[in-house]
């Protein structure tokens, strides 16, 4: 539709409205413009009401022209806008969008990222848990190229828990968003660039070395650091190392040397070799993270020498004649040997660590001879070198050590099977240990340890994002709320160990946790990390055993949303239970419970009304706030306004 005279008829009213309403009789150009639109009045019923407004501009009985005359005016304008268009010379241009691939533009309307925006754009704490909140709820919003710019600038964010978060979800996103962090990257900035090396490290690995090295080279203190720590994917750059460890101080100079640990070639054997031979302990510090032969064998010859030096003995036979000054003197010579003894298990058990993930012939002989002076050290650091490397002689040694010394070394040996065997071949060489009545029980009258099964358990988690199971470097008793996977399961997990875990005899025992939010013990911790969303048969189970759990022990919040993933239905009683004090009533934790139990005003006031009736004259603090909940709850304030 060609709206040329509309525009013109706007054009002339407008004209009238300049020039005063007492000449628009004698304007016969705008009587013209008039006379133009009659065929788009005969077509539209707009357009007629546009037309029959201007007409009565002209009569002579308008007595309101001024009024007329800007209702038409404002009806024009409307009717123009709706059918507006823009347009520009010239050839269409795919826009520029520094090397992201695929769909860059999601269709995501302004109001999902509206709190997102103003949670990126603003100042404080309280920021983090909306961002947190909307990317596990609402993924797709970050997923926006226009959501990546805020991300990018988050990485500066005065609030470093922030910061930490969005990086670890950049560096999610692989290489298309590299050329994005690359962009007004400053050599000389503070922890924000310092921050996108690392992940630029963590996606591309040696690919961007020559960016490193640039980093490197024009960086200040934190990029510095950065940079010269992600040099070590390339060999090629153990002549710049070296020089950087003489030249560098503080942290800059720990970077290099730790990026020198992961380099091979006689030159940096050499240098950690002369190294090793002064400052042994530090040295095997630095050598703790790396994998490589070389490293393995210098750990091993430390290790050797160290054993054959001896273990200071801390006994002393009794001399026949005591005078005071004689046991003053035994003492000190008691305090002595045991002090060091003490730096001599100290110093090994440093050396023992740096073992871990190592697997040189060298380093797989001193297993024996350090379990010899440390037995309870040994184990772990095999599981940690199983994880780690998963190297065949590695395997072969768990189960060396395994038939050698039994149950001690269960964990390394059921880990090994996990990373190399079938699901179904680990299940039945293992399940027995988790059976209270199962065949070695049978055989040899003794109940069987299930200890190193269930640290390998601890160790184990679902990752439903990869739909795959991994292992992490964790132990049960640090049960961070994000574990790091370190090497995904090739064969998975058999679902038949569910229903021995979700029914092991010890899985009531209480245990630490840090606060009312987390599991009510250890073993919960390791359950839920096992939990799969997607296999149906287990929610019933799963359901069942937080319930169960929580009525033997203590309610926690994160107990209380894990039945409500599995869908359970009965929640009785779970306030009661939270009071296990004879002289109290944890209001805070009942508090906390009341806005995550799935339960009308109604039923959440008959539970408080129960707990108040069986512990009114037992208890003195607490019962008045719960009667004062009970009644708000039955008077309809909601749950947050209590």
């Known amino acids: 539709m060609n709206l040329d005279v509309v525009y013109e008829l706007r054009e002339r009213l407008e004209t009238a409205a300049v020039a005063g309403v007492n000449l628009i009789m004698e304007d016969f150009r705008l009587k013209r413009a008039v006379q133009q639109v009659e065929p788009f009045a005969k077509a539209s019923p707009v357009f007629q ?61 302004y109001g999902r990222l509206a709190a997102v925006l103003e949670a990126f754009r603003g100042t404080g704490g309280g920021r983090y848990a909306v961002i947190r909140d909307a990317y596990e709820e609402d993924p797709q919003v970050f997923d926006d190229y226009r959501m990546k710019y805020w991300m990018v600038r988050a990485l500066g964010d005065s609030y470093g828990e922030l910061a930490e978060m969005v990086a670890k979800w950049l560096a999610k996103d692989g290489d298309p968003v590299i050329p994005l962090l690359k962009k007004g990257f400053v050599p000389d900035g503070k922890r924000e660039m310092a921050r996108r090396v690392e992940i630029i490290e963590q996606i591309a ?10 980093a490197a080279r024009e960086g200040g203190k934190e990029i510095k650091e950065a940079a010269l720590l992600a040099l070590r994917h390339d060999l090629s750059n153990v002549d710049l190392l070296l020089d950087c460890q003489k030249s560098e101080k503080g942290k800059c100079k720990e970077a290099a040397m730790r990026a020198l640990s992961y380099m091979d070639g006689e030159e940096t054997a050499r240098f950690w070799t002369a190294r090793m031979e002064k400052r042994p302990e530090e040295t095997a510090e630095y050598l703790g993270p790396s994998d490589r032969d070389w490293a393995g064998d210098l750990i091993a010859d430390a290790l050797e020498d160290w054993i054959a030096a001896g273990i200071p003995e801390i006994d002393f036979k009794e001399e026949q004649v005591k005078g005071k000054e004689t046991k003053e003197e ?58 780690r490397s998963c190297d065949p002689s590695l395997c072969a040694l768990a189960e060396e050590m395994y038939e050698r010394h039994g149950d001690e070394f269960l964990e390394p040996v059921f880990l090994a ?35 190193g099964v269930l640290y390998g358990f601890a160790k184990i988690v679902y990752d439903e994002e990869e739909e795959k199971y991994g292992i992490t470097l964790e132990e049960m008793n640090s049960p961070v709320r994000q574990r790091q996977v370190n090497r995904w399961i090739p064969g998975g997990i058999d679902l038949r160990w569910y229903p021995l875990l979700l029914n092991y005899p010890g899985r009531f025992a209480s245990g630490r946790r840090n606060s009312y939010s987390m599991y009510r013990n250890y073993y919960d911790w ?53 009071v296990t004090d004879g002289s109290s009533i944890p209001s805070y934790l009942i508090r906390s419970l009341l806005s995550e139990i799935p339960m009308t005003n109604e039923e959440l006031a008959g539970e408080l009304d129960q707990m108040i009736q069986q512990r009114k004259g037992k208890v003195t603090n607490g019962i008045t706030i719960m009667e004062h909940w009970r009644d708000g709850l039955l008077s309809g304030v909601p749950v947050e306004k209590l």
């Not at 690995?205 to 640039?214: A, I, L, M, V």
């Not at 440093?350 to 012939?361: I, M, P």
């Not at 022990?553 to 359970?568: E, H």
């Open 526 to 578: 390791m359950v839920a990390k096992l939990y799969r969303p997607d296999v149906e048969e287990l929610q019933e189970p799963y359901g069942k055993f937080f319930y169960e759990g929580a009525l033997r022990l203590t309610p926690t919040t994160d107990g209380i949303q894990m039945m409500k993933r599995c869908g359970w239905k009965n929640y009785t009683g779970l306030l009661a239970a939270c």
């Open 330 to 387: 035994r003492a000190k010579e008691r305090a002595k040997a045991k002090e060091e003894h003490e730096n001599y298990k100290r110093r090994l058990k440093l050396l023992w660590n740096a073992a871990a993930g190592k697997h040189s012939e060298k380093i797989c002989g001193c297993y024996e001879k350090v379990y010899q002076i440390m037995p309870k050290e040994v184990p772990s650091v095999l599981s940690q070198s199983v994880i």
């Open 49 to 109: 009401k546009i037309y029959g407004m201007a007409g009565k501009l002209l009569t002579p009985e308008c007595e309101d022209r001024a009024g007329v005359l800007l209702d038409t005016l404002g009806l024009l304008d409307a009717v123009l806008c709706t059918q507006g268009t823009t347009g520009a010379q010239g050839e269409i241009q795919e826009p520029e969008t520094f090397g992201l691939e695929g769909n860059v533009y999601q269709s995501v309307s």
């Open 205 to 214: 690995g040696s690919r961007e070395n020559e960016f490193y090295r640039y």
């Open 417 to 451: 099977s996990v990373l190399t065997a079938s699901a179904e071949e680990t299940y039945e060489r293992f399940h027995e240990f988790l059976k209270p009545d199962g065949i070695l029980r049978k055989l040899t009258g003794k109940k069987q340890d299930a200890t």
